[in-house]
């Protein structure tokens, strides 16, 4: 159906997290309150809602983008992935989240589920980046707590054992 | 904040958003990356009755060379853009000038198009569509119009864009490969908007210079063999032709330096470029 009328809730289907699911939303919901409100994914973290802080980055079908601009209608038949997709079905954290532990990458973790979505989508994209590259990246995230410093390291890190 | 309530139209094909446009025109807004759009809507300061979501359109994500131009569709990214051979090849000033353009994460979504008929002066594409001498191609139910970049640019945040029409796609010329070009811009961080932005082409003696994030619109000024020792005063008239533009980022007198300074390093790396 090309229109989805207003004040009305829509089906979509799409795959989350590797899973075909489907739910229901209004056209003028955004993807990241769908995300924690419909789909209980409270990983998306929201703060500025106007693309500039970063910490609602997903990735739609394997790139990273706002989730704060886009709208939940949207991504009928997309693949999305969110910070839970990271880690096993048994909790066991990726690589690149023991790496951001031991080189402290975070603090509060607020940014964090934004950076790593960014990350792993980067690093698909070229995975031999330079610190300058790694902090052009990170230009897209704002971090309140660490200055950044762990972070370059815990990526580099990734970026030799990979 | 969120968006107030609109109507969503996922379209189908180019006609349909024409037709809808030709339904809706005042009321609706085209949907390509969203980076602006729903930035402003989620502010409410837009709030369309409807949203046209082209971002879906496989007829719209072409990028192809036509003899002398290249011609990229509306739902090309900035990502792709950066990208594609036939950019690398022809219009070497976008991969200068695009990886400015905000983000990773937004060059992912936002489009080349979408920017151009936005129109912000601040930006680096329209920039460079105005010193490339682009074309926009304009598309409604009315039939097709071509405009040159000096006639689609009317102001700021304006354009020539009628309400029923949708920019299909913007034309650049390809350079000239023996011209030399170089791109600077002043910007408290990276990824944000320009303060000051200007581009160079530098063709044998003549000089092509584009000046963004001080007047209304990217201004563009063609310097045929102008004298080395005249290139200062140049600049400085130019400072002072773009307006007084005050704002939170920049007074007018340190934008007036900006365009002294970095016009001159600008104009003297593109000759550097020259073959
Ligand atoms: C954090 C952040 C930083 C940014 N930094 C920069 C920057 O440094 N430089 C910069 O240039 N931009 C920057 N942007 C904006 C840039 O990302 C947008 O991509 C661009 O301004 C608009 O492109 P879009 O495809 O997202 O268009 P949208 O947001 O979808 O649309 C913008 C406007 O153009 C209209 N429109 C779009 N496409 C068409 C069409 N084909 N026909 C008719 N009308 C159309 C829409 O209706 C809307 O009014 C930034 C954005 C963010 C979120
Ligand atoms: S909440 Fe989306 S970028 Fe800040
Ligand atoms: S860890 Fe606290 S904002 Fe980044």
């Known amino acids: 159906m090309p229109q989805l009328n207003q004040e009305t809730k829509h089906k979509i289907n799409f795959t989350l997290n590797g899973k075909a699911v489907s739910g229901y939303t209004e056209p003028r919901t955004l993807l990241s309150d769908f995300l924690r409100q419909e789909m209980a994914l409270m990983g998306v973290h929201v703060s500025c809602e106007h693309g500039v802080c970063g910490s609602c980055t997903v990735q739609i079908d394997g790139k990273a983008v706002r989730s704060c601009l886009t709208f939940a209608v949207q991504v009928e038949g997309r693949a999305v992935d969110t910070v839970e997709s990271l880690a096993d079905e048994n909790g066991e954290l990726s690589d690149l989240q023991i790496a951001f532990r031991k080189h402290h990458g975070l603090q509060c973790g607020y940014c964090t589920p934004g950076i790593l979505m960014s990350v792993e989508a980067f690093l698909e994209i070229n995975p031999k980046p330079n610190e300058d590259e790694i902090r052009e990246m990170l230009s897209g995230h704002i971090c309140r707590c660490t200055g950044y410093t762990g972070m370059v390291k815990a990526i580099q890190d990734v970026v030799e054992t990979r | ?199 160079v082409i530098a063709d044998g003696e003549n000089i092509r210079i584009g000046v963004g994030g001080v007047a209304g619109k990217p201004e563009v000024r063609d310097w045929d063999g102008l004298a080395d020792s005249d290139i200062d005063d140049a600049l400085n008239a130019l400072a002072w032709e773009l307006g007084d533009n005050e704002d939170i980022h920049a007074s007018a007198k340190y934008r007036r330096q900006m365009v002294r300074r970095v016009g001159r390093r600008v104009i003297e790396e593109a000759r550097k470029c020259r073959s």
């Open chain 2, 1 to 199: 904040m969120k968006p107030n309530n609109f109507n969503y139209v996922r379209a189908e094909s180019v006609d349909h958003v024409l037709s809808c446009l030709a339904e809706h025109g005042e009321n609706a807004r085209i949907l390509a990356g969203g980076q602006s759009l729903i930035a402003m809507m989620n502010f409410r300061l837009v709030e369309p009755a409807y949203l046209i979501d082209i971002s879906g359109l496989d007829e719209l994500k072409e990028i192809k060379t036509n003899g002398n131009s290249v011609e990229i569709s509306a739902a090309v990214t900035q990502a792709k853009v950066i990208a594609a051979a036939d950019v690398n090849e022809h219009l070497s000033l976008l991969v200068d000038a695009l990886p400015n353009v905000g983000h990773f994460q937004t060059r992912a979504k936002g489009t080349f198009c979408g920017s151009i008929a936005h129109s912000d002066p601040s930006s680096e594409q329209p920039l460079c569509f105005a010193i490339l001498g682009g074309e926009a191609v304009l598309k409604s139910n009315r039939g097709e119009r071509v405009l040159a970049a000096s006639e689609f640019q009317t102001g700021m945040l304006a354009t020539a864009r009628e309400d029923d029409e949708l920019l299909t796609s913007v034309r650049l010329p390809k350079q000239n490969p023996s011209a030399g070009h170089a791109f600077e811009e002043i910007t408290r961080r990276q990824g944000d908007f320009a303060i000051v932005a200007i581009a």
